[in-house]
């Protein structure tokens, strides 16, 4: 006897129940809808920029890697091709990071600390070769520049077929202890994404992420 149950049978009591019910029901699916708008919109604008850290290559890669040293605070994230669009030369380091705001790039790179930033991407491991000319390129701008307060950092998206979490090391033993002589440092992109994704989450401040990426050779991790 379903019947029994339809609406003109009802009392009063039990159909105002009902009509609450389809009413909170309404709310409950236009709160979902907001909610879920609200979650599109963060990924579009704040984490898919991030999230290219992690499957990005090429000049994407490299404009992913440029935001997320933008959004850590270097007063200046030069993009050296662009710095050298005019002139001829050959194609070196990718990025420069500059901690002095007040003073033009040109100055800064013959008087200020600099961070020479080389960036990779590979399905594979790092290659001696990726890790070698780091020191290279720091020698020469050394000379080049007048200035030895340089360091030079590999940051590389290997593995990049693979789940973040689930990728190896990429660097072997002998390119760690390298960039550990020269001062250099090797620095993979999930490092750098889960840096910000920790700054976001409160347990470590922008300027702590600089210092320990100005301070720390050999393999990055950093801590917090």
């Known amino acids: 006897m379903d019947w029994i149950d339809k609406e003109e049978y009802l009392f009063p009591e039990i159909k105002e129940l009902f009509l609450k019910k389809e009413e909170e029901k309404k709310k409950f699916e236009e709160t979902i809808k907001q909610l879920d708008e609200q979650i599109r919109n963060l990924r579009e604008t704040q984490q ?25 605070g270097w007063a200046k994230v030069v993009d050296v091709d662009q710095y050298w669009k005019n002139v001829i030369r050959d194609k070196e380091e990718d990025l420069w990071l500059i901690e002095n705001n007040d003073l033009p790039v040109e100055v800064c790179l013959r008087k200020e600390f600099l961070i020479l930033v080389l960036i990779r991407s590979s399905r594979n491991w790092a290659t001696d070769d990726d890790c070698l000319i780091l020191q290279r390129f720091k020698g020469r701008h050394m000379q080049e520049f007048d200035n030895t307060r340089m360091k030079a950092v590999l940051v590389g998206n290997y593995f990049n077929l693979v789940e973040a979490k689930l990728r190896n090391n990429p660097f072997s033993q002998f390119q760690v202890e390298e960039a550990e002589k020269d001062g250099n440092g090797l620095l993979t992109t999930y490092e750098l994404f889960l840096a910000v994704k920790a700054e976001k989450e409160g347990l470590i401040s922008k300027e702590e992420i600089r210092k320990q990426l100005r301070e720390k050779s050999g393999l990055v991790k950093f801590t917090y």
Do not use: S
């Open 48 to 72: 898919e920029a991030f999230n290219r850290l992690l499957k990005a290559e090429g000049p994407e890669l490299k404009a992913a890697v440029l935001q997320a040293f933008k959004y850590l």
